[in-house]
Antibody, heavy 119, light 113 residues
Framework: EVQLVESGGGLVQPGGSLRLSCETSGFIFSNYWMHWVRQVPGKGLVWVSRINVDETSTDYEDSVKGRFTISRDNAKNTLYLQMNSLRAEDTAFYYC????????????WGQGTLVNVSS | DIVVTQSPDSLAVSLGERATFNCKSSQNILYSSINKNYLAWYQQKPGQPPKLLIYWASTRASGVPDRFSGSGSGTDFTLTISSLQAEDVAVYFCQQYFRTPYTFGQGSKLEIK
């Protein structure tokens, strides 16, 4: 069974940092591109970032460029999102998702972890 | 950035009737050399993550009932539920994956009439 489990969310003050993790199982992690998508509760989906299979290519949504860093550890089947200089507008559920090489539609998603940026 | 706009924002349909959602991209998302439209549809039920329904604009994902179908090309796309079931109540999102940032539509909420 394919599983993606996010962790690392929580309450953080503006300007602070968090590191999200996405532990995966049930598929060959190193064969898939991985993505982060966020959603303010009750609102729409916003694509945040993606990484290719060997970390040689990453991409970010403009509002997080220079503040967020996506990475992966293929030996641990885990995806990460380092989030620095957090702002109130970063408050959202953060989902990790996997995508096949050659087509970045999001095959399966984790349950999400909530990041709350507030003083 | 490619802007993706969905319509309607909400829709109420009777059980057994057809539901249709539209998705419009601000740019052509057909990669003509391979004849593929880089558009996906997702279903999100309350308290759950999104679930992939359709990719390449018209290919159903594994396990998705055949009452769900996708169509369209270029900039205009449609998701159709041929005969609404109670479990289809959800918000439906389309997404372009032609070019980053991989933008989503704002979502269309489906309710039972």
């Amino acid at each position: 069974e394919v599983q993606l489990v996010e962790s690392g969310g929580g309450l953080v003050q503006p300007g602070g940092s968090l590191r999200l993790s996405c532990e995966t199982s049930g598929f060959i992690f190193s064969n898939y591109w991985m993505h982060w998508v966020r959603q303010v509760p009750g609102k729409g989906l916003v694509w945040v970032s993606r990484i290719n299979v060997d970390e040689t290519s990453t991409d970010y949504e403009d509002s997080v460029k220079g503040r967020f860093t996506i990475s992966r550890d293929n030996a641990k089947n885990t995806l990460y999102l380092q989030m620095n200089s957090l702002r109130a507008e970063d408050t959202a559920f953060y989902y990790c998702a996997r995508a096949l090489v050659g087509g970045n539609y999001l095959l399966s998603w984790g349950q999400g972890t909530l990041v709350n940026v507030s003083s | 950035d490619i802007v993706v706009t969905q319509s309607p924002d909400s829709l109420a349909v009777s059980l057994g009737e057809r539901a249709t959602f539209n998705c419009k991209s601000s740019q052509n998302i057909l990669y003509s050399s391979i004849n593929k439209n880089y558009l996906a549809w997702y279903q999100q039920k309350p308290g759950q993550p999104p679930k992939l329904l359709i990719y390449w604009a018209s290919t159903r994902a594994s396990g998705v009932p055949d009452r769900f179908s996708g169509s369209g090309s270029g900039t205009d796309f449609t998701l159709t539920i041929s005969s609404l079931q109670a479990e289809d109540v959800a918000v439906y999102f389309c997404q372009q994956y032609f070019r980053t940032p991989y933008t989503f539509g704002q979502g269309s909420k489906l309710e039972i009439k």
